[in-house]
């Protein structure tokens, strides 16, 4: 099942990861390793796909990586900033 952005969320890069809007929640701030796994959100990735693709950027096991991408994205899509599909 892939994940998409909402429509409404808004993204701007900063130094330190990037801050998040919506119409929705009040701003939010990413650190860099957030928003290394928001960059992989493209509506056709599964957390499966996102997790290997950061596991071999970083060379990381997907073992390691897996559980912080899938809390990540829960914490995601309670602030309903992505949709599964």
């Known amino acids: 099942m892939s994940l998409k952005v909402k429509q409404g969320v808004k993204v701007r890069p900063e130094r ?28 056709r990735r599964d957390l499966e796909e996102i997790a290997d693709n950061l596991a071999c950027r970083f060379g990381l096991t997907k073992e390691e990586v897996y559980p912080k991408v899938k809390e990540f994205m829960d914490a995601c899509i309670n602030l309903d900033l992505l949709a599964r599909e």
């Not at 801050?19 to 796994?37: M, Q, S």
């Open 16 to 43: 330190f990861g990037a801050l998040v809007f919506t119409n929705r929640t009040p701003i939010l701030a990413f650190n860099h390793d957030a928003y290394e796994i928001w960059k992989q959100i493209d509506g």
